[in-house]
């Protein structure tokens, strides 16, 4: 079995035999590693058939999931993710925005205006455009289940990470009026906001804010009042139950997945 799960071995996450999402079509971006990578196997796991996209494949093709090259970044790279998906399924009923991300700086006014662009292209504007290019198919179906991924740290912005941190605010607001205006044509929109997850880009992350920033990062001791770091598959279970018809009744909602780490609104 690869990182990306082997059809064959679908397992039955949800009682004997069920698989949940069988007959489902999902696209997920980012799903080569870290939380994307936990999405697409799970989505695997509960019977779905799934297409992913990163700008590069990992050595192994992708095993059990459909893979796709495409920056999510641009307009073009939009275009040629849903040009796959409509080629390969038709259309999709689940879309997890997982691709994200954004290196940290000194402090605010060392973020150039290209790298302010760069965040809100990779966190905000990539869903705002594949969305728009692939709702109007689940509207004419009357039904579709959207996750953005967003992060905890929306809840208490630091200055090293603001073109994220705010890309991904941005996100959560366009994600509600996405939510509210979709609601009538039965597509579900919701936000998952993950704390401090151990993935590649996370760890790669930290290290270079530990070297700007020693003192504000401190020890890699976890944070969380729940005693440990997450780990992918604890965003991916949130995924998967939002986009899963036992949240058939959730729309708007933003499920912070954090240990407790973060202080509420
Ligand atoms: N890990 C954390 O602690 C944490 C915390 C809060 C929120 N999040 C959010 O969770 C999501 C996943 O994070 P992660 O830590 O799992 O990231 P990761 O380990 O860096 O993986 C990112 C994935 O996205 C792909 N990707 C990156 N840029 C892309 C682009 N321009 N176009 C297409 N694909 C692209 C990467 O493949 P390529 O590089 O080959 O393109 C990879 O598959 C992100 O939205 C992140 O902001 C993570």
Do not use: C
């Not at 001791?221 to 939002?242: C, E, H, Q, S």
């Amino acid at each position: 079995m690869t990182e990306f799960g082997n059809r064959s071995g679908k397992g039955e996450s949800v009682g004997k035999g069920v698989r949940e999402l069988a007959g489902k079509r999902a696209l997920v971006t980012g799903g080569t590693r870290g939380i994307g990578a936990a999405v697409v196997r799970q989505l695997l796991d509960a019977g779905a058939d799934v297409l992913t996209t990163a700008r590069s494949a990992t050595s192994a093709a992708p095993e059990g999931a459909d893979f796709v090259a495409a920056d999510v970044r641009t307009r073009a790279g939009a275009e040629a993710v849903a040009a796959a998906v409509r080629e390969r399924f038709g259309g999709v009923d689940i879309l997890v925005h997982n691709a994200g991300g954004a290196a940290p700086h000194a402090g605010t006014s060392a973020i150039s205006d290209e790298e302010w662009q760069d965040a809100l292209d990779l966190n905000f504007l990539a869903s705002v455009r594949l969305d728009s290019l692939l709702v109007p198919g689940m509207r004419e179906r009357r039904s579709g289940a959207i996750v953005h991924v967003s992060t905890a740290a929306v809840l208490t912005p630091v200055a090293p990470f603001l073109h994220y941190v705010a890309a991904k605010a941005a996100l959560e607001s366009y994600s509600k009026g996405l939510a509210l205006e979709q609601a009538p044509f039965g597509i579900r929109v919701n936000t998952v906001s993950p704390g401090k997850v151990a993935t590649p880009g996370g760890e790669a992350t930290r290290e270079q804010w530990a070297r700007l920033a020693p003192a504000a990062v401190g020890d890699d001791a976890p944070t969380a009042p729940l005693g440990r770091d997450g780990r992918p598959d604890d965003i991916a279970n949130a995924v998967l139950f939002l986009v899963s018809d036992r949240a058939g009744w959730l729309t708007e909602s933003n499920l912070v997945v954090d240990g407790g780490e973060f202080p509420r609104r």
